[in-house]
């Protein structure tokens, strides 16, 4: 099947800095990309949809000067936190669809924010 | 607004037993529901979907789970659990069009005892 991977699969940085993470889908081009978050014993939570080449429509009530998404080529997307605050730790799980619509799933980037 | 309702939080089931995860949704039009499972380090791997048709749906590993609708129920069954099947499972529901925008449950973490 589709592998999607992402990269780091766990950062930990001080708080006011910002962290990059990276969906890149490996053997297939990804229309679309979907940034996820999930606190623990909770569900995922979508944070943001992103088309190539296009703006990442967020979710309501995220904050997308906070949540920086690009999505510049058809395999790869990079989340940033900016400025980050230990409230922004977390588990952050990307997707990638190609024309079959279907979500591949990356296996998440744990960020600890100190 | 769509939603997703796992009341089981975490099961524990010997090897060899069977396995029912349940899954309630509440969409106003016919949905369209999928199980997941995410093992540590790995990303989400879809397990099986319905969108329509024969109401009773095979999925990879020996998954099956059955729509219905009159009890807006979508539970995930096997017959005889393997230890390898230890892991969290997420029950999600979309609107027509697909996969995209998908609602996810809260999770089931399953424990599997020799």
């Known amino acids: 099947g589709a592998v999607v991977s992402q990269h780091p699969s766990w950062v930990i940085c001080k708080s006011g800095t910002s962290v990059k993470i990276e969906c890149r889908s490996l053997?297939?081009?990804?229309?679309?990309m979907f940034w996820y978050r999930q606190f623990p014993k909770q569900s995922l939570m979508l944070m943001a949809t992103?088309?190539?080449?296009?703006?990442?429509?967020?979710e309501q009530g995220v904050e997308k000067d906070k949540f920086l998404i690009n999505h510049a080529s058809l395999t790869l997307s990079t989340l940033t936190v900016t400025s980050a605050h230990p409230e922004d730790s977390s588990f952050y799980i990307c997707s990638a669809s190609g024309q079959g619509f279907q979500q591949y799933f990356g296996p998440g980037t744990r960020l600890t924010v100190t | 607004a769509q939603s997703v309702t796992q009341p089981d939080i975490h099961i524990t089931v010997s090897e060899g037993a069977s396995l029912e995860l349940r899954c309630n949704y509440s969409?106003?039009?016919?949905?369209?529901l999928f199980w997941y499972v995410q093992s540590p380090g790995q990303g989400l791997q879809l397990l099986l979907k319905y969108f329509s048709g024969d109401t009773l749906v095979q999925g990879i590993k020996g998954f099956e789970a059955e729509f219905k609708r009159s009890q807006s129920s979508f539970n995930l069954r096997k017959p005889s659990v393997h230890w390898s099947d230890a892991a969290e499972y997420f029950c999600a529901v979309g609107p027509s069009g697909g996969y995209q925008k998908v609602t996810f449950g809260t999770g089931t973490k399953l424990q599997v005892i020799p």
């Open positions: 053997d297939f081009q990804a229309t679309t």
């Open positions: 992103s088309n190539e080449g296009s703006k990442a429509t967020y």
């Open positions: 969409y106003g039009a016919t949905p369209y």
